[in-house]
């Protein structure tokens, strides 16, 4: 009932990550995968958000949230007036914690295995280097970089 895109993952695909990275297109109501041993964290990029109804209790999950669950939990979303464009990272429970975050324009952080821009884009400095991204774009491998929010917001996987 979605799409999902990979992003990023600290080892190979299927089965050799501790972490993975990716976008969702949530196009109508839909139970999300079963996702055992992993905790979950959903961010909404875009749109008016969803009620994500985990193990019977429902979180609403406004533009730019971020959800943390259990990858095991029974979920279901419902789209709030429209389809929505999400972003997940997945952390097996025995990994390193690994954490999403949202910077707005004006906020500056040091490293991150990844940044995505939220709807609109976003403008950064990636160590004095101006990077620009539309929605969704990605950089990937900034761990020793200090980066700029210059314009928009992004998500950092940190």
Not at 47 to 56: E, R, S
Not at 105 to 116: I, N, P, R, V
Request: hydrophobic share 40%; with cysteine; charged share 20%.
């Amino acid at each position: 009932m979605g799409v999902q895109y990979e992003v990023a993952a600290n080892g190979p695909l299927p089965d050799g990550w501790s972490w993975r990275l990716s976008t969702a297109d949530i196009l109508h109501d839909a139970p999300f995968s079963l996702y055992p041993g992993v905790v979950r964290e959903f961010c909404v990029a875009t749109g008016n958000g969803v009620i994500l109804t985990i193990d019977g209790v429902s979180h609403h999950c406004g533009r730019h949230s971020i959800t943390t669950f259990d990858g095991g939990s029974s979920i279901h979303a419902s789209v709030i007036d429209g389809p929505t464009k999400d972003i997940n990272l997945m952390v097996r429970h025995d990994s390193p914690p690994i954490h999403l975050a949202i910077h707005t324009a004006g906020d500056s952080f040091q490293g991150a295995e990844a940044l995505l821009a939220l709807d609109g884009g976003a403008k950064l400095i990636v160590n004095e280097k101006r990077v620009d991204l539309g929605e969704l774009d990605a950089v990937l491998s900034v761990d020793n970089c200090v980066i700029i929010v210059s314009e928009g917001s992004i998500v950092s996987v940190r």
